[in-house]
């Protein structure tokens, strides 16, 4: 359908939706019309009204280049993960480790601090593997392994700021 983008949100292999994003500003989940007013409420944080019922959501962390992110929904913490068409098709054609090749080195994404350094060098890792904690715009992302490797050097202090496209992760 011209104008509209399908996603696939997953909280784990036995509870998923299709998400239809349509061009008219409507959203079909798993098919139906799902209809909800939302206000964002400043720093990641949202109130949402769907079916009389009232959310407190929060944006935790995002990942964007993986496609995972963390909400707390009323106090209550879900990790999700999308998958837009091209990953379902990358899945299908069995290319979905395609991504695995020799990476050398993790950048930053976008400007902003670094609140926790989860490896050190020497320390293998598997595509994945939470690598630091970047914060941005009062968000937390976690940057994870693009791929499996050893970890040769870490780029950054605890605190420091970084800038887009700063090496952070050098791997050996």
Do not use: C
Not at 27 to 55: C, M, T
Not at 90 to 112: H, I
């Amino acid at each position: 359908m011209a104008g509209s983008r399908m996603l696939q949100i997953s909280t784990g292999p036995a509870h998923g939706w299709e998400v239809d994003f349509q061009a008219t500003n409507s959203i079909l989940l798993n098919g139906q019309p799902f209809a909800w007013d939302i206000v964002a409420l400043g720093e990641g944080r949202y109130h949402v009204l769907h079916h009389g019922k009232s959310y407190s959501a929060e944006l935790v962390s995002a990942d964007y280049a993986a496609k995972t992110f963390v909400l707390k929904v009323n106090g209550q913490r879900i990790e999700l993960q999308a998958k837009d068409r091209f990953d379902r098709l990358l899945e299908q054609m069995g290319l979905s480790n395609a991504s695995a090749a020799k990476v050398n080195e993790l950048k930053a994404p976008m400007p902003g601090l670094i609140v926790d350094i989860r490896v050190q060098p020497g320390q293998a890792v598997q595509k994945g593997d939470p690598l630091l904690v970047l914060e941005a715009m009062k968000m937390e992302n976690i940057l994870k392994a693009p791929a499996d490797g050893v970890v040769g050097s870490v780029k950054v202090d605890l605190r420091a700021n970084v800038q887009k496209g700063q090496v952070l992760v050098q791997f050996a």
